[in-house]
């Protein structure tokens, strides 16, 4: 792979990231930030922050979507800091870290500013006030990245303790942390479909499915630190670059190894990311280059070469790069093939091997096709003897020689051998369930005596054929559990077009049954995966399919009948709900009202809030965030009460009060080292206090003044 654009800027480049006005921006290791045309790589702004980072193997930096925030450590990592774009000014700064800091973040909607450390801590800082908003769940060791989801309902951080924290944000909770890495997790990537990407510091790369916690695959071919991740933007594939400069590229469908050096630098690959409206891939290395790389390079070739019919070439382009092979116009080219090898086939039925060589030609230059062609051909060479045998009815001989060559079995010979099979089959069986008729039975299935596969079919047919008016009999009466069970008992039930009519009687259950719920006509649809539940195979399915129905149609309800309170609650249960219309309207009623109240807790209004969340108070899904915002709310007011000089005894009874509504969190203990310094005689024991926690808190215990 060719760049496009190179540019070089002599100091590593430590981020790149297209914001949304469509700049590409470009962040070094001295922290100098570039505002550059995307197509060009020219500079049309930028300035120095003027903070040198030596080690930027972790984000050392962050910046918000809209580029009016960026986030950094500092040079000695000792803080981090938040600032504004606009006036260059720090409008926030997170010392609250027991040790150094190790990464900093800014969730998608530009909302937070997450500053993550050696002490397992991340704090969460409200970019508008510049004050802490709440901490995340605490790791025992280094919190080595943090990543969001697309619209920044979820987030997770990973860890040196080899624990993934994932916690939606949308709903201010904690879901898990999950151990499924044996060394310490370093990178974090989300996908599509609700899945995150995990690499550990053995290069292991793990998909997880963050709704179930299930591991969906675990990526091979990674023999290098990987120190950058991202996907493009469908979410076809996802690309990890490496220590050594090499950059692996994956299918996401299959989680196939497209190519373990699609890209290769001569140094480290230090940043990462894809720009969506040029599907082409942003690349920084340690040297200071900034590289575009278009990833369906070559495509424009293609169509030339398909029109010459220079399908060798094509075949070429997609080895060099293997991306092309999920263009249309490849798969134009494998449509060419398979009707090109049906055809050749026929020829060869017919003994018109010229005819068939001749229109192999256009693939013989590409070795996979040849090799194909030239086993084809061979395979064929005894067809006229296979024909032979089945024209003189020797059918034992016909079908092991079918067995030996399976080609054979594709071809209108044998599958005219076999509906003459099944149509013997099927009169043998009026004649097998009438005890008069046995022998009749035998002589008509005389023929395929000798035969592996038919003989025992035939051998259950003639004496078993009770099991058949059982069979039929569940039929009529629809009792599919029974009919299920019959089949897997006695498998020679297959071999009737009952058992076809039955699978396909499925199918179009669940086809229809697909097409009501996309509907949203639940009544129906229920009504048909309750028959479908009793067919082998989709029990589990539907059983899954039922209840999100069932939790969908009690979320429509509890909107029409204006039920907030069940509806949040639900939209909590369910993150499927997350993504439907109605679940992001109220998701954004939510977000404006918790807007207004983070205002109010900064100025520590405990009324104003009130005001605000008033219709959420009695949505139990929601007492976490609520409080999270009153506990925001009562820090302001304890620090206040600092700057007005309150008295010691109020304020140590402010402190008791806090650790009693929601235990000894960060903030309080961070409050208290603040306090000590400005009260010195405090007798005050943390320690000692009853402690609440945030997950019992509830809006009963609200009070105006945190002191009182």
């Not at 700049?23 to 930028?46: A, C, P």
């Not at 798969?331 to 086939?345: E, F, R």
Request: charged share 25%; hydrophobic share 40%.
């Amino acid at each position: 792979m060719n760049p496009i654009k190179k540019i070089n800027f002599k100091r590593p480049i430590i981020l790149v990231k297209i914001l949304d006005n469509g700049q590409l921006l470009v962040v070094d290791s001295d922290t100098t930030i570039r505002y550059l045309n995307k197509n060009t790589l020219e500079t049309e702004d930028g300035f120095k922050a003027k903070i040198t980072h030596e080690r930027y193997k972790v984000n050392v930096v962050a910046f918000s979507n809209d580029g009016q925030y960026f986030a950094s450590l500092s040079s000695d990592c000792k803080d981090s800091k938040l600032y504004n774009v606009q006036t260059k000014k720090a409008v926030a700064r997170v010392t609250r870290h027991h040790g150094e800091v190790s990464c900093v973040g800014i969730d998608p909607t530009g909302r937070y500013m997450f500053s993550c450390g050696d002490d397992g801590k991340t704090f969460a800082i409200d970019t508008k006030s510049g004050k802490m908003a709440f901490t995340l769940p605490v790791h025992v060791d280094t919190v080595n990245d943090i990543a969001f989801n697309h619209n920044g309902h979820w987030l997770a951080t990973a860890s040196y303790d080899r624990k993934i924290s994932i916690f939606n944000l949308a709903m201010m909770t904690p879901k898990e942390k999950l151990k499924i890495h044996s060394a310490p997790v370093m990178k974090l990537q989300f996908l599509s479909k609700h899945r995150l990407c995990s690499v550990d510091k053995n290069s292991t790369v793990i998909i997880l499915d963050i709704y179930t916690s299930k591991i969906l695959a675990r990526l091979q071919g990674v023999h290098d630190d990987v120190t950058q991740v991202t996907k493009s933007s469908d979410d076809k594939f996802l690309f990890l670059a490496t220590a050594l400069g090499y950059i692996l590229v994956y299918e996401l469908g299959t989680y196939t190894l497209l190519s373990n050096s699609y890209i290769k630098l001569s140094c480290a690959i230090t940043s990462l990311n894809f720009d969506a409206d040029s599907q082409r891939l942003i690349v920084g290395s340690q040297e200071g280059d900034v590289f575009l790389y278009d990833i369906y390079e070559g495509e424009y070739s293609l169509k030339d070469l398909l029109q010459k019919k220079e399908y060798d070439k094509i075949e070429e382009y997609a080895k060099r790069n293997p991306i092309l092979q999920y263009t249309k116009i490849y798969n134009m080219v494998s449509v060419i093939w398979d009707k090109t090898l049906v055809q050749a086939k026929i020829y060869l039925e017919n003994s018109e091997k010229e005819k068939a060589i001749k229109i192999f030609l256009p693939f013989k230059n590409i070795p996979s096709k040849n090799k194909i062609m030239q086993n084809v051909i061979l395979e064929y060479a005894e067809f006229d003897k296979f024909a032979a045998l089945v024209k003189g009815e020797k059918l034992a001989l016909a079908y092991s020689m079918a067995n030996l060559h399976s080609f054979y079995k594709e071809s209108g010979l044998y599958k005219a051998m076999e509906a003459k099979w099944r149509k013997a089959f099927t009169l043998a069986r009026k004649y097998a369930l009438d005890p008069r008729g046995t022998d009749t039975a035998k002589e008509i299935l005389k023929p395929y005596r000798g035969i592996s596969e038919k003989t025992f079919f035939v051998q259950e047919l003639l004496t078993q054929g009770e099991v058949y008016k059982r069979f039929k009999v569940s039929l009529v009466q629809k009792d599919f559990k029974l009919a299920f069970e019959l089949i897997k008992q006695h498998p020679f039930l297959k071999e009737f077009p009952e058992y076809e009519t039955l699978t396909h009687y499925a199918d179009t259950l669940y086809i229809k049954s697909q097409h009501f719920i996309k509907k949203d006509d639940t009544h129906s649809a229920i009504k048909l995966l309750r028959i479908l539940m009793n067919f082998t195979g989709f029990e589990e399915e539907v059983k899954s399919l039922m209840l999100h129905i069932e939790i969908k149609q009690k979320f429509y309800d509890a909107i029409k009948d204006e039920d907030i309170i069940q509806a949040y609650n639900l939209l909590a249960a369910s993150e499927d709900l997350q993504d439907t219309v109605a679940g992001q309207r109220l998701q954004k009623h939510w977000n404006e009202d918790l807007s207004e109240a983070t205002n109010y807790a900064v100025e520590g209004n405990v009324r104003g809030i009130e005001k605000a969340l008033a219709k959420y108070m009695k949505i139990d899904s929601k007492y976490m965030a609520i409080g999270t915002i009153f506990g925001w709310c009562y820090m302001m007011q304890l620090e206040q009460a600092i700057r007005d000089k309150k008295e010691r005894t109020d304020i140590e009874n402010g402190i008791k009060n806090y650790i009693l509504c929601f235990g000894l969190q960060d903030q309080i203990l961070s409050f208290f080292n603040i306090f000590g310094k400005y009260y010195p005689d405090t007798k005050l024991t943390l320690d000692l206090q009853t402690k609440g926690s945030l997950s019992m808190w509830r809006p009963s215990m609200i009070v105006s003044s945190i002191l009182d």
